[in-house]
């Protein structure tokens, strides 16, 4: 298909358990189509035509991914990355000094801990509801911002949301505080969440960009 005078590679996974038809663009830059494996090309070519647009948002946003990776991101604002022999991650004005050995992926999880433990402890304690005091864990996920065990009455957070700026990782731990209350999207659990965060539909308009 093309896009913006550029053409993408579609590739067609054909699977006898799937009932319908998904696409998704990955970091390889490829339109993947997953559907039942008697859906034929006729079918296929109208499907894609259909979510043209949908398509062409999807290859913006992981070009806008693979620009960002060019640069160092830290709690909202990007620097420009210079690679050292000094020890760790040194930032500065509008560069950062990394070592090379560096791993990144553990040095925003050890930045995060601090930072995620003081952001849970002000919003728990200003919470508009009564709720367990939850236990608190990081790593890194590739599909959710947060998640929360309703049973174990911990939460989980994304260490990438140490890229963004704070009102971000806010609105993150109240979402999943408010589950806590409500183990659900339903309308009673959005109003506990606007509650807590008036512009939490701001937010979540925003963070389907990153």
């Avoid at 999807?58 to 604002?77: A, C, R």
């Avoid at 999880?109 to 002000?122: G, S």
Wanted: charged fraction near 35%; include cysteine; proline fraction near 1%.
């Amino acid at each position: 298909m093309k896009f913006d005078d550029v053409l993408y590679d579609v590739v067609i996974e054909k699977k006898r358990k799937t009932k319908h038809t998904y696409i998704r663009v990955k970091e390889d830059l490829k339109i993947y189509v997953t559907t039942n494996i008697r859906a034929d090309e006729e079918y296929l070519i109208e499907v894609l035509k259909q979510n043209y647009n949908s398509i062409a948002k999807m290859i913006k946003k992981q070009l806008h991914k693979e620009k960002e990776k060019e640069k160092f991101l830290y709690l909202g604002k990007a620097y420009e990355i210079i690679y050292t022999d000094n020890f760790g991650v040194s930032i500065g004005e509008s560069k950062v000094y990394i070592n090379k050995s560096v791993d990144l992926d553990k040095w925003y999880k050890k930045e995060a801990k601090e930072l995620f433990q003081e952001r849970l402890d002000f919003w728990y304690h200003h919470f508009s509801r009564k709720i367990p005091y939850p236990t608190l864990w990081i790593r890194k996920m590739s599909s959710r911002w947060g998640v929360c065990n309703t049973k174990d009455q911990n939460i989980t957070l994304n260490s990438e949301l140490m890229k963004r700026d704070i009102k971000y990782l806010d609105y993150v731990i109240v979402h999943e505080l408010s589950h806590l209350i409500y183990p659900n999207h339903s309308h009673k659990f959005w109003s506990v969440v606007e509650e807590n965060y008036k512009d939490y539909k701001v937010i979540r308009k925003e963070m389907k960009n990153f």
